[in-house]
């Protein structure tokens, strides 16, 4: 059974860093993508960033792009995005999530969802 696992959630002040991470588990994650999401209360479900788990080939959201930073440890079935330059409005429960086949930025295609992490970035 695929288990998604998120951690390196937390309070934040503008400007500040995080990095979360997600380990996979339960079967061969090759040829597999994973992506990043997020929902702020009251807001629908947004993709934030995603990788070809074998490629490497990275895709990030306008709001992101160049403050964060997607990348993975194949060995380790883990993949972590860097946040930077946090903003108020990157406070969102994040979500890992991951796919058979090429990166997308569309939540409906992933196969797998992990529980969240909250971010908080304080103003």
């Known amino acids: 059974q695929v288990q998604l696992v998120e951690s390196g959630g937390g309070l934040v002040q503008a400007g500040g860093s995080l990095r979360l991470s997600c380990a996979a588990s339960?079967?061969?994650?090759?040829?597999?993508?994973m992506g990043w999401f997020r929902q702020a209360p009251g807001k629908e479900r947004e993709f934030v960033a995603a990788?070809?788990?074998?490629?490497?080939?990275?895709y990030y959201a306008d709001a992101v792009q160049g403050r964060f930073t997607i990348s993975r440890d194949t060995a380790k079935n883990t993949v972590h995005l860097q946040m930077n330059s946090l903003k108020y409005d990157d406070t969102a429960v994040y979500y890992c999530?991951?796919?058979?086949?090429?990166?997308?930025?569309?939540?409906?295609?992933?196969?797998?969802w992990g529980q969240g992490t909250q971010v908080t970035v304080s103003s």
């Open positions: 999530a991951v796919r058979r086949g090429w990166a997308d930025t569309k939540g409906l295609r992933y196969d797998y």
């Open positions: 990788i070809t788990w074998s490629g490497g080939t990275t």
């Open positions: 339960g079967r061969t994650f090759t040829s597999y993508s």
